[in-house]
């Protein structure tokens, strides 16, 4: 069984930098997908950032592309999410997932894994 344990959210003014940690305990991650994603109130979930973490491939979405990197490292603390040049839009609750499925998906159904999430507030 996964469990996944999200850390590093906060308060940050515009344009600066923060970085979300995912713990995690259970098995190797060796076959899994591991994803970032977000919601901000009154609005669904969405993908952020996904790597696979056999080989390190990663996706993002346009909205973070060149600003935010997701890193892996190693079983305890699977995920990182280094996040720049941070926007008021990017405020929302931040939550860790993991997936076995082969390639990186965007869609939440499709991950089998979440942490509870943590809170990052970006002030204008």
């Known amino acids: 069984q996964v469990q996944l344990v999200e850390s590093g959210g906060g308060l940050v003014q515009a344009g600066g930098s923060l970085r979300l940690n995912c713990a995690a305990s259970?098995?190797?991650?060796?076959?899994?997908?591991m994803g970032w994603f977000r919601q901000a109130p009154g609005k669904e979930r969405e993908f952020v950032a996904g790597v696979r973490w056999s080989g390190g491939s990663t996706y993002y979405a346009e909205a973070v592309k060149g600003r935010f990197a997701i890193s892996r490292d190693n079983a305890e603390n699977p995920v990182y999410l280094q996040m720049n040049s941070l926007k008021p839009e990017d405020t929302a609750v931040y939550y860790c997932a993991a997936t076995r499925q082969i390639t990186i998906r965007i869609s939440p159904g499709e991950y089998d894994y979440w942490g509870q999430g943590t809170q990052v507030t970006v002030s204008s």
């Open positions: 259970g098995p190797t991650f060796s076959g899994y997908i």
